[in-house]
Antibody
Framework: QVELQESGPGVVKPSETLSLTCNVS????????WSWIRQSPGKGLEWVGH???????DYNLSLKNRVSISIDSSKTHFSLTLGSVTAADTAVYYC???????????WGPGTAVIVSS | DIQMTQTPSSLSAFVGDRVTITCRAG??????LNWYQHKPGKSPRLLVY???TLQSGVPLRFSGSGSGTDFTLTITNLQPEDFATYYC?????????FGGGTRLQIK
């Protein structure tokens, strides 16, 4: 059974770069799409972007050119990089897997990120 | 982007009630519609994918229906553990988009 676990800094300074990693256990990244989703305080769920196991990516254009998702060569981790962060990027960030019909069937527990000086 | 409009935004019901949540897509998304349950401090849980297919382990009191632009999630015989926020999400195209959520509260 696949399990996901996010890791990264809990606090990032404004204008700096946020980097998060998702550890995949119970399987390798050998199929499916792998996503990042976030939830800002008091708001709903927002899809950040995803990466196909072969490396193709799609991003939420609302994040413009600040976002990048990659898979490490061991195929056991994938990562999110978000540049030039502002307070609007404060959120709980989830890594997740898209399964059948691209429904998000496996979620990490989430990691809270606060953008603050 | 495909806009997802979810109604109502909040709902109160008694244990044992039947409730229906509606989701409307801004364009035809065929059956690429998924439903999630989200409780505070937990990660979302997939309930239904492909509009009407129950995810493994989800109780049969949950059901989904619809295709094209109009979809519903129905919960019969509400249980105390069902009080949560529910989201629809389209997976027909990128960016993946979610409805605004329906907060289901106990009456």
């Amino acid at each position: 059974q696949v399990e996901l676990q996010e890791s990264g800094p809990g606090v990032v300074k404004p204008s700096e770069t946020l980097s998060l990693t998702c550890n995949v256990s119970g399987d390798s990244i050998s199929s499916f799409y792998w996503s990042w989703i976030r939830q800002s305080p008091g708001k709903g769920l927002e899809w950040v972007g995803h990466i196909y196991f072969r490396g193709a990516t799609d991003y939420n254009l609302s994040l413009k050119n600040r976002v990048s998702i990659s898979i490490d060569s061991s195929k056991t981790h994938f990562s999110l990089t978000l540049g030039s962060v502002t307070a609007a990027d404060t959120a709980v960030y989830y890594c997740a897997r898209q399964g059948k019909y691209y429904g998000i069937d496996v979620w990490g527990p989430g990691t809270a990120v606060i953008v603050s000086s | 982007d495909i806009q997802m409009t979810q109604t109502p935004s909040s709902l109160s019901a008694f244990v044992g009630d039947r409730v229906t949540i509606t989701c409307r897509a801004g364009q035809n998304i065929d059956k690429f519609l998924n439903w999630y349950q989200h409780k505070p401090g937990k990660s979302p849980r997939l309930l239904v994918y492909a509009a009407s297919t129950l995810q493994s382990g989800v109780p049969l009191r949950f059901s989904g229906s619809g295709s094209g632009t109009d979809f519903t999630l129905t919960i019969t015989n509400l249980q105390p553990e069902d009080f949560a926020t529910y989201y629809c999400q389209q997976s027909h195209g990128v960016p993946l988009t979610f409805g605004g959520g329906t907060r289901l509260q106990i009456k």
